[in-house]
């Protein structure tokens, strides 16, 4: 740890010394609400979350659950699902600079962006594959980083954990609303505005959009070029309708167009000796649209409560890039992708407050459901060959489709879960879930001119999987729970769209886990600190290798057996009034079993990689009032990252890493000025890289890290 990291790490203690009459800002304020209301209650505050698809308090559940409230995603300025991953222990995210490619990962587990092991949720909707899950935030209410399988009640792609991401609802009391402007280095330049509220007594609407553009971090030396910019304009549209006091429903549309640079990738060795510096003969660019809709109804009864949930999720990419990342011309390459997705679920539950009664000390809660999903995905990957690169004897351009794809999927699934209930101290939660889907490909590769055989596949697959889950959680006190939890997650197969000759298909990929853990509150309810220990075991793992035989391009291959052990801390203090301390620790150790090989090499006793050994985060917040309705506040926060392995050969790999974020400001009942500073010590750090053999001098290529950024917001509520 360096000395300037550990400062900042220790000023954040501090802040708990530091005097303050508000708990927060003064701008920091409900997003239902939109009002002033400083607390003077010194509290941690219950959090609400949707982990296990009912509304429940975080701290009564017996899983690793990590919301991140809007408080938070404010305070902090946060837009994006990788800032606010911080938070949560044991996660790492591995992005490249279009940001179309985010890749999460619990506890080891992750996958391909095609067939992810951990899966956003954005209000309610799965997001089938990570093209659409990473984008820019509008009235985002809350974020839920739900650690270990949770297949048992989600089904396919949730081994891992899942993200859940929830919009803030339309306000039915009065007209409100919000815009902020922040301002910044790299030309940094942002709008986002919100307003929402009442067209009848039992309709109200909303509506949020916003804009953000930046230069890109990373220059062509040959051109004097920014490779790596971004620009996007999103929006959101949201009615919430209340027909009767029973019945709620709800639509919610999003969208997003990101027009984004190039990859800011180059040869690892001479990305660390000339950082955000590269030389490629052409500048390419990836682009992204997004469209999502959703449609939620609920009804609750005096027993039961009934809820449906529609959704559709559209979007396409459109990428060109130098594929060899040197000066000469080697190898170009277009990749556009498309996807159309629609899912249902219907949910019927007891209605909150209203479990099944057996006696005096006997009672359950329960919910079943069904769920029916299609998604179809097509892509055209073409690589561009110099005249001569692929042989002396093909003295002329080639062109290679690697492939033409068109893969198409449908599922359904079932599940039921009920939990009892023992003089309101023992809970026992038994459930399973029971999914089928059917998978059809159609792969198509060929070149041009003709200078092979094309090669064409056509193959369909059915999968089926019975995933068991249970609980036993005990209240040691009014405000303490221990629990032990356990269950089975798993990965349908599939079929890759682009892989070498007989890899086009790989097969079922299933883990086993088991967690135990306490949550506890004290001193008061000024202090939360919830522990946790788990242990996964997994079979046929799934692992994203490179194409030794096409540049720049990957497939799902099964490796073998894996094993995840180890444990999490979170703790939350309220000290004082107008100062709030967080902190989250986690410790994983992941590896390859014995015999399990990748690319034909024994990868035994490696660790699973991009998996850092141990992340940690600590900061504090103080907020003290100036006069009536203004405030300052100022904020510090730390993250740590153990080292880590790039691929599963273990060969190159990311040291230990640190970022420091700092975020100070004015705050008034209808403006605010807010001066912000992310990785503030501009540390270096390349957090993914993978081989490119042949073209790489070193063998790897990657791309760096988000450098020091800094600027200033402007903000104002009406």
Known sequence: ????????????????????????????????????????????????????????????????????????????????????????????????????????????????????????????????????SSIEFLDVEQIEFVRGPQSGLYGRNTLGGLININSVRPSLYDWHGSATVPIGNFSTREFRGSITGPLTPRLAFSVA???????????????????????????????????????????????????????????????????YETARDFEGETERDILGATFIARREGDRVSITSTSGLVAWQTADSTDLDYTPLDLIRRTNDEESLQLTQELRI??????????SDTASMRWQTGVSVFTQNYEQDAVNMYAAGLLSPMLPFPITQHTPQSSLGDVGIGAYAQGTLTLRDRLDITLGARFDH?????????????????????????????????????????????AYVSG????????????????????GEEQARHIEGGVKSTWAGGRVTANAAVFFIDWDNLQLNVPNPFVPGQFFIANTGEATSKGAELEVGVRPATGVSLFGAFGMTDAVFGDGSRALGLDVSGNDIPTTPGYTATVGGQVTR??????????????????????????????????????????NGRRYSVDVWVRNAFDTFYVPIAFAYPGLAPSGYIGEPGRPRTFGATLGIRF
């Open 1 to 132: 740890m360096s000395y300037r990291t550990f400062t900042v790490a220790a000023l954040a203690s501090l802040l708990s010394l530091t005097p303050a009459d508000a708990q927060t800002p003064a701008s920091y304020t409900s997003a239902s609400q939109q009002t002033t209301q400083p607390v003077a209650q010194v509290v941690m505050p219950s959090v609400t979350v949707t982990a296990q698809k009912e509304p429940a308090d975080a701290q009564s559940l017996p899983l690793s659950v990590t919301p991140v409230t809007w408080e938070t995603l404010i305070a902090a300025g946060i837009v994006n699902i990788t800032d606010a991953a911080l938070y949560s222990p044991n996660t790492y995210f591995s992005d490249l600079s279009a940001r179309k490619i985010s890749n999460a990962r619990f506890r080891g587990i992750g996958s391909s962006p095609a067939n992810p092991g951990v899966t956003t949720y954005i209000d309610g909707v799965p997001q089938l594959n990570t093209n659409s």
């Open 209 to 275: 959009g916003g804009y953000a553009s930046r230069d890109g971090f990373t220059t062509n030396a040959l051109t004097g070029n920014d490779l790596d910019s971004r620009s996007a304009v999103f929006g959101k549209g949201q009615l919430l309708w209340i027909p009767t006091a029973r019945w709620e429903t709800r639509l919610i549309v999003h969208g997003e167009r990101a027009r984004d640079g190039d990859y800011a990738l180059q040869d690892l060795t001479a990305l660390r000796a000339n950082g």
């Open 487 to 506: 269950g089975a997650g798993y990965k349908a197969g599939g079929f890759n769209p682009a892989s070498p000759a007989g890899s086009e298909a790989y």
């Open 625 to 666: 009032q100036i006069v009536r309705s203004w405030a300052w506040y100022a904020r510090a926060e730390a993250a740590f990252f153990g080292d880590f392995h790039y691929d599963e050969t273990n060969t190159v790999g990311q040291d230990a890493y640190s970022l420091v974020n700092l975020r100070a400001g004015v």
């Open 437 to 481: 889907e059917s998978k059809d490909a159609e792969l198509d590769t060929f070149y041009e001119p003709q200078i092979a055989p094309p090669t064409a596949v056509d193959e369909s697959e059915s999968y089926s999987h019975i995933s068991p889950q249970f609980a036993i959680a005990y209240a040691v006190g009014p405000s303490s729970m």
């Open 349 to 358: 539950a007891s209605a909150p407050g209203a479990p099944i009664r057996f």
